[in-house]
T-cell receptor
Framework: QKEVEQNSGPLSVPEGAIASLNCTYSDRGSQSFFWYRQYSGKSPELIMFIYSNGDKEDGRFTAQLNKASQYVSLLIRDSQPSDSATYLCAVEKRRALTFGSGTRLQVQP | ETGVTQTPRHLVMGMTNKKSLKCEQHLGHNAMYWYKQSAKKPLELMFVYSLEERVENNSVPSRFSPECPNSSHLFLHLHTLQPEDSALYLC?????????????FGPGTRLLVL
């Protein structure tokens, strides 16, 4: 089992829709979870982090964490074509991050 | 300059060459990291430095040799690399190298080994 699993996609949504990105992790002791966005040919940039169970909202983005199910998700409301990118889920482990392979999101105009 | 910078941005080297990648952070952070990103694979942690001491070495081959002379600079020395080492090498930094810290990435060095 991979430590951090994401559906590779592509996930295709129309402009203005809600995009839902999912991630599961194997280490039950993980405490910190991060979502990064990576445009093609660029480095990852942080979107959100979440430490506690429940939802955390920041603008159009909502991160959801369920530690019992070892599941973290990212919702993007009112998706824009500029949101088209690969979204990386990262789980903290011993001071560093373990990344999933990423989900490619395509927002259709 | 601000944030995390990396040089060179692109590098082509033969298997017998020796080269070095440089990373510099301007954020006042105390921890720095090297990651490798290969095509179709997740980002892989290579090394972690906290306060200039190596605290993590993730089973990386000895042909990769890190150096952290101070908390702002991190190097990755390369020698006798293999074609499968071709990848994007990303440097990151964080506040103190502890838990629940956000890591900020540099733009990366795209390496091609011929």
């Amino acid at each position: 089992q991979k430590e951090v699993e994401q559906n590779s996609g592509p996930l295709s949504v129309p402009e203005g829709a809600i995009a839902s990105l999912n991630c599961t992790y194997s280490d039950r002791g993980s405490q910190s979870f991060f979502w990064y966005r990576q445009y093609s040919g660029k480095s990852p940039e942080l979107i959100m982090f979440i430490y506690s169970n429940g939802d955390k909202e920041d603008g159009r983005f909502t991160a959801q964490l369920n530690k019992a199910s070892q599941y973290v998700s990212l919702l993007i409301r009112d998706s824009q074509p500029s949101d088209s990118a690969t979204y990386l889920c990262a789980v903290e482990k011993r001071r560093a991050l373990t990344f999933g392979s990423g989900t490619r999101l395509q927002v259709q105009p | 300059e601000t944030g995390v910078t990396q040089t060179p941005r692109h590098l082509v080297m033969g298997m017998t060459n020796k080269k070095s990648l440089k990373c510099e952070q301007h954020l006042g952070h105390n921890a720095m990291y090297w990651y490798k990103q290969s095509a179709k694979k997740p980002l892989e942690l290579m090394f972690v430095y906290s306060l200039e001491e190596r605290v993590e070495n993730n089973s990386v081959p000895s042909r990769f040799s890190p150096e952290c002379p101070n908390s702002s600079h991190l190097f990755l020395h390369l020698h006798t690399l293999q074609p499968e080492d071709s990848a994007l090498y990303l440097c990151a930094s964080s506040q103190g190298g502890g838990l629940q810290e956000t890591q900020y990435f540099g733009p990366g060095t795209r390496l091609l080994v011929l």
